[in-house]
C-alpha cells in the first residue's frame, strides 16, 4: 500500500502561482510513477502531469504545458507540481496519484484525497 497526502492548495489570482505537494508513506515511493489529476466541478477527473520513477521522463496535458513543472525528491517521498501563470479554468480539486510501472497517463494504483486550488479572475 502507498498513502498519498496533498498539501499546498489554496486561492490564488489569475496570473499567479501555487506549488501543490504530495508526500507519501508505506511502500517504496521512489519505484513509483507519479501523476497529477484535476477535477472541477461537474467534469470528470483529468490528466495534468505525470513523472516517472526517476525523474528523467515527464508528461503533460497540453492544457497545462509551459506552465505546470512536475517533479519528485525520492529522499523525501515527495512529488510537487509548479503551478505559474495560472487561470481561472485550473480552478479544480487536485489529485496525486502513484502507478506501478512506466510513465502514463490512466491505470494509477493510489490516489490521495485531493486539494483544492481556486483561481480567481
Known amino acids: 500500500q502507498v498513502q498519498l497526502v496533498e498539501s499546498g492548495g489554496g486561492l490564488v489570482q489569475a496570473g499567479g502561482s501555487l506549488r501543490l505537494s504530495c508526500t507519501a508513506s508505506?511502500?517504496?515511493?521512489?519505484?513509483?510513477?507519479m501523476g497529477w489529476f484535476r477535477q472541477a466541478p461537474g467534469t470528470v477527473r483529468e490528466f495534468v502531469a505525470a513523472?516517472?520513477?526517476?525523474?528523467?521522463?515527464?508528461d503533460y496535458a497540453d492544457s497545462v504545458k509551459g506552465r505546470f513543472t512536475i517533479s519528485r525528491d525520492n529522499v523525501k517521498n515527495t512529488v510537487y507540481l509548479q503551478m505559474n501563470s495560472l487561470k481561472p479554468e485550473d480552478t479544480a480539486v487536485y489529485y496525486c496519484?502513484?502507478?506501478?510501472?512506466?510513465?502514463?497517463?490512466?491505470?494509477?494504483?493510489?490516489w490521495g484525497q485531493g486539494t483544492q486550488v481556486t483561481v480567481s479572475s
Open positions: 508505506g511502500r517504496t515511493f521512489s519505484s513509483y510513477t
Open positions: 496519484a502513484a502507478a506501478w510501472g512506466g510513465l502514463r497517463r490512466y491505470d494509477y494504483d493510489y
Open positions: 513523472i516517472t520513477w526517476t525523474g528523467g521522463s515527464t
